[in-house]
């Protein structure tokens, strides 16, 4: 959910699973496609996989 690149005090969501997932949600896993990374697959504890393209994310 974090941009890694950024310190701490800067980092943004990219991804609210709570607002998907409800607030006891976790992220177990997440893949980025090695052809094309805006692709990204993210697995929480619910039964779906969730898949995103982050050009078509907007920050609130």
């Known amino acids: 959910q974090y941009d890694l690149r950024e ?3 800067r980092s943004e969501v990219l991804i609210d699973l709570t607002e998907y997932c409800g607030q006891l949600v976790e992220a177990k896993c997440l893949a980025v496609n090695p052809r094309d990374n805006n ?9 779906f996989v969730r898949l995103y393209d982050i050009r078509m994310i907007h920050n609130h």
């Open 39 to 47: 692709y990204l697959a993210v697995g929480a504890n619910g039964p």
């Open 7 to 9: 310190s701490s005090k």
